[in-house]
T-cell receptor, first 112, second 112 residues
Framework: DAKTTQPTSMDCAEGRAANLPCNHSTISGNEYVYWYRQIHSQGPQYIIHGLKNNETNEMASLIITEDRKSSTLILPHATLRDTAVYYCIVRVGEGGSEKLVFGKGTKLTVNP | ETGVTQSPTHLIKTRGQQVTLRCSSQSGHNTVSWYQQALGQGPQFIFQYYREEENGRGNFPPRFSGLQFPNYSSELNVNALELDDSALYLC???????????FGAGTRLSVL
């Protein structure tokens, strides 16, 4: 089972910031939070990941709370091309095998 | 573009048949993970191959099997196809299985 909880859907106006929340209250100390997105009919696309510090790259920012029980993905200026399903994932490692456990994600719709 | 390629793009089979799906990993990556994505669901981990050995398996029956070749490309084989095997099959490559996984566009399998 997925170790994360996300809203089923969200809407955002084009040009505005999209803030996507994720709860991961059972996260372990050495587990990373990953964000991927999946545009319709394509494979998941890596966005960003972090352990406990806030992270930023050319696509997005990741804010992780101090207790690490939740995080927020921020798309600073959403465009229509950002419409996708966004997955928040806690990376699970077992015996050296690292697998991604996907939930159902958040369907983000960016409106003109 | 992730540099991960999958073939074929689409495939139609009948129940009871066997199918082989192929994945070419990103240059320099030695680990391939396979996922199954049913319609409306997040991807589910099937198994991972690291340096030609299976390195972790999800909750899938033995009729799902795989191979990884010396050039780190990989195959997913499914025997005795069932209607519920209809899904998008995704492969993802990574370095040493512990870092960012980059996904291909997937193979859409329909079982009639």
């Amino acid at each position: 089972d997925a170790k994360t909880t996300q809203p089923t859907s969200m809407d955002c106006a084009e040009g505005r910031a999209a803030n996507l929340p994720c709860n991961h209250s059972t996260i372990s100390g050495n587990e990373y939070v990953y964000w991927y997105r999946q545009i319709h009919s394509q494979g998941p696309q890596y966005i960003i990941h972090g352990l406990k510090n806030n992270e930023t790259n050319e696509m997005a920012s990741l804010i992780i709370t101090e207790d690490r029980k939740s995080s927020t993905l921020i798309l600073p200026h959403a465009t229509l091309r950002d419409t996708a399903v966004y997955y928040c994932i806690v990376r699970v490692g077992e015996g050296g095998s690292e697998k991604l456990v996907f939930g159902k994600g958040t369907k983000l719709t960016v409106n003109p | 573009e992730t540099g991960v390629t999958q073939s074929p793009t689409h495939l139609i089979k009948t129940r009871g048949q066997q199918v082989t799906l192929r994945c070419s990993s990103q240059s320099g990556h030695n680990t391939v993970s396979w996922y199954q994505q049913a319609l409306g669901q997040g991807p589910q981990f099937i198994f991972q191959y690291y340096r030609e050995e299976e390195n972790g398996r999800g909750n899938f029956p033995p009729r799902f099997s795989g191979l990884q070749f010396p050039n780190y490309s990989s195959e997913l084989n499914v025997n005795a196809l069932e209607l519920d095997d209809s899904a998008l099959y995704l492969c993802a490559s990574s370095l040493d299985g512990k870092n960012i996984q980059y996904f291909g566009a997937g193979t859409r399998l329909s079982v009639l």
